[in-house]
């Protein structure tokens, strides 16, 4: 029983996740993505859990329209960073990022709180961060959900 009055609040937070992470524009992608995860839902479902999570749909700047979650519920802190990010790259089995001097722990933090799809975990010095992929054949994906995140491109 315990287990289940929790499921709500893991599929928002998944629903949360993909929000985050990529540009939905329809219940229908985002029923599909969430089901991808694990989390099967009906359209009714879904709508309550946009409601309490405060999404919107906003315009998209190549038409049409997206869902967003308002910024309080950003908690990762990635947009007060984008400007400390100069770089994301992966060679297939590992992504490096690389910051301005003395920002990588926060840049990694960020990542981290992001909850990335596909990240294992992250190791960061000065002004580098590595970010394992959870699966090796992910690495280039990652980098794009990591660059997107920072406002930079891979």
């Not at 709508?47 to 309080?72: F, K, M, T």
């Not at 992504?95 to 990694?108: I, K, Y």
């Not at 960020?110 to 010095?125: F, K, N, Q, W, Y």
């Amino acid at each position: 029983m315990r287990a289940r009055g929790r499921r709500p609040d893991r599929r928002r937070e998944a629903v949360a996740r993909i929000l985050r992470d990529r540009r939905v524009g329809t219940q229908e992608e985002l029923l599909a993505a969430l089901a991808g995860a694990g989390f099967p839902a009906t359209q009714a479902t879904l709508s309550r859990d946009l409601a309490r999570l405060g999404a919107r749909r906003v315009a998209a700047p190549g038409g049409g329209a997206v869902y967003e979650l308002p910024d309080e519920a950003r908690r990762d802190g990635a947009e007060a960073l984008r400007g400390l990010v100069s770089q994301v790259t992966s060679n297939g089995s590992l992504v490096v990022v690389r910051t301005h001097p003395g920002s990588a722990p926060a840049v990694a933090r960020a990542i981290d709180l992001a909850r990335v799809e596909g990240l294992l975990g992250t190791i960061a010095g000065d002004d580098t961060v590595f970010v394992a992929p959870a699966r090796v054949p992910g690495a280039r994906s990652l980098a794009g959900r990591v660059a997107a995140l920072f406002g930079v491109e891979t």
